[in-house]
Nanobody
């Protein structure tokens, strides 16, 4: 089992920045990739970004490219999401997820483990 805990959410004005962190514990050596998803009220959960441990490749949703940067710690237990130039439409609960499989990591069903989420609110 893998446990995930997110932190770093909060309230920020449009144009501001936040850095989310996700700490993994348990069987972290089984993790091949970690990602971030978000869900706004009344909307479906959507992919934000992912990073694979092998090759350090990253993926981003079009809506956050150029504004968000995903990075990982030196061991398979930490991932960060630096969010710059935040917009009101970025307001959502942000969830960290960990994947053991070898998929692309763009779909939520590829991830076996999920954190409880951290709220990001961007005011206009």
């Amino acid at each position: 089992q893998v446990q995930l805990v997110e932190s770093g959410g909060g309230l920020v004005q449009a144009g501001g920045s936040l850095r989310l962190s996700c700490a993994a514990s348990g069987r972290t050596l089984s993790i091949n990739a970690m990602g971030w998803f978000r869900q706004a009220p009344g909307k479906e959960r959507e992919f934000v970004s992912a990073v694979r441990w092998s090759g350090d490749s990253t993926s981003y949703a079009d809506s956050v490219k150029g504004r968000f940067t995903i990075s990982r710690g030196n061991v398979r237990n930490t991932v960060y999401l630096q969010m710059n130039s935040l917009k009101p439409e970025d307001t959502a609960a942000y969830y960290c997820a960990a994947m053991q499989s070898g998929g692309l990591g763009l779909k939520d069903y590829e991830y076996e483990y999920w954190g409880r989420g951290t709220q990001v609110t961007v005011s206009s």
